[in-house]
Structures are given as C-alpha cells and as structure tokens.
C-alpha cells in the first residue's frame, strides 16, 4: 500500500516570501532565516502564506541556503 503522506527527516515551518517557478523563497519561523526551497508544486502557494516543508535536512551554505522539498503544505495542514 502506497502512502499519501509526505514522510521525511525534518519539518520547516516557514513564510513564504517570494514565489517563483519551482522554488519558494521562505523564512524560517524557527530561526528567521531566508531559504531558497525547491519543489515543483510552488506556484500553488502565494506570498505570505504559512506552510509546513518537508526535506531530507540537507542544506546548502550557499547565501541564502538551499534545500529540495519533498513536500510543501499549507501550516494548517499540518500536524
């Protein structure tokens, strides 16, 4: 049985500050640092919206970081 939820290392509760095709540019609520997401689904969310990404936890130390979202939800969606 295949699962639909997303299942990764760690959970980046974020704001989203820019969008652009295939990446999301964010701050981090934990640290409030801007980082560079990844991910083919970002033109499904806009400016300002609170959302829950999941990656592996590698990061680049590239200004802003970098990481690639296995999955990217709205807050509430989350757990």
């Given amino acids: ?10 959970t980046m509760r974020a ?8 990446e999301l540019c964010v701050c981090d609520h934990e640290n409030h640092q ?8 970002a033109c499904c969310f806009r400016v300002g919206q609170q959302v ?3 990656f592996s936890g590698a990061m680049t130390r590239s200004d ?6 296995d999955c990217v939800r709205p807050l509430s969606c989350c757990c």
């Avoid at 049985?1 to 299942?7: D, G, L, Q, R």
């Avoid at 802003?64 to 979202?69: D, E, F, R, S, V």
Wanted: hydrophobic content about 35%.
């Fill in 1 to 10: 049985m295949e699962s639909t939820s997303c299942e990764a290392a760690v």
């Fill in 52 to 54: 829950c990404i999941e």
């Fill in 64 to 69: 802003p970081p970098q990481i690639t979202a």
């Fill in 15 to 22: 704001t989203v500050l820019r969008v652009c095709p295939c």
């Fill in 34 to 41: 801007q980082v560079l997401v990844h991910t083919d689904n």
